[in-house]
């Protein structure tokens, strides 16, 4: 059985859970208190946000599908969305209870204030399969207490100061994410360095191979989708373990490899160009000058 839901707005899915909306353009809820889901067991339904979402999910109670695969989700994950993205959750029980706490906010809230003017900044809410945020006990809680204090703010009668106010305890809460992100691309070193050596793999593959010239250079969305990760997530976590974009580190390793293939004699620095999936050759030039300090052909001269 498959069901689909449009949460364009903070009512919207506050009803699909069965919650009173007391403010038009945010909402914190706590999903214990909130009645049993209906869906029954096999279930799959298709969430489509125009808003932005973030779960802190006590326990699982449905496998969460943003793209091809799972997140990496269990009790005690934070999972973000934002508009324009959609999920697939499988409910694996019929009428469950689900338990956890969650933030859901209308990108109208943050119009002329200094949160919408950073709010992209904030990768997580592109972030997809496998890149969901852990938190310990104390990070956790922390959540809470932000979760509290936004929620405190709501109960206020609606001043001046009121839009101010909770916009900058979300903004606070997101760069609580933000400290919390980094935390776990250091605790996770394993993983990774993992994703990296596969990454490095990946572009050896692609230059020995003929898609340079049918694809062209690749992109990072490219190397992101090959890995099964958002652009976002993979962007962040190579910046984190290399100091380098994952462009940088893209483009580094095509001047590793033009730096063998120009002492190859038999072709022209044109072919070279052409090869590493250049339209035209003045770009590789170009490129070639600002890493290397120096013109293909004057590297080439060197030997």
């Known amino acids: 059985m498959n069901e689909t839901l449009f949460f364009n707005s903070v009512s919207d899915y506050n009803t699909s859970c069965g919650a009173e909306t007391t403010h038009p353009l945010v909402s914190i809820l706590d999903l214990s208190k909130c009645p049993p889901r209906k869906w ?109 204090n936004i929620e405190f703010e709501l109960r206020q009668t609606i001043d001046k100061h009121s839009k101010k106010l909770i916009t900058s305890n979300i903004e ?60 976002n997530y993979f962007g962040d976590l190579v910046k984190k373990e290399t100091g380098k974009s994952a462009q940088e580190y893209i483009q580094q390793k095509l001047i590793d490899i033009a730096k063998e293939r120009i002492f190859d004699v038999e072709k022209s620095i044109s072919q070279v160009a052409c090869d590493l999936g250049f339209k035209y050759p003045q770009h590789f030039t170009r490129l070639f000058k600002q890493k290397v300090g120096m013109s293909p052909n004057e590297y080439r001269n060197l030997n």
């Not at 496998?63 to 994950?77: F, L, N, V």
């Not at 609580?176 to 572009?203: A, H, M, P, S």
Request: proline share 4%; charged share 20%; glycine share 8%.
């Open 172 to 231: 606070l809460f997101l760069n609580y994410c933000d400290r919390f992100y980094d935390r776990q691309f250091i605790t996770r070193d394993n993983v990774n360095k993992g994703v990296l050596e596969r990454f490095e793999v990946l572009l050896n593959d692609y230059f020995s191979s003929d898609k340079p010239q049918n694809i062209g250079f690749p992109s990072v969305s490219y190397c992101a989708d090959e890995l099964s990760l958002s652009p």
């Open 40 to 148: 029954k067991a096999g279930t799959t339904v298709k969430m489509n946000f125009g808003v932005y979402g973030i779960f802190l999910k006590d326990v699982v109670c449905g496998d969460i599908r943003y793209g091809r695969d799972y997140y990496d989700y269990q009790e005690g994950t934070m999972v973000f969305v934002g508009p324009g993205q959609a999920w697939n959750v499988e409910y694996e029980t019929s009428n469950y209870q689900p338990q956890g706490h969650v933030l859901i906010f209308h990108p109208d809230l943050i119009h002329g204030t200094s949160l919408g003017k950073i709010i992209q900044d904030y990768g997580f809410f592109s972030y997809q399969m496998n890149e969901a945020l852990h938190l310990s006990e104390k990070e956790r809680q922390v959540v809470l207490d932000c979760f509290a």
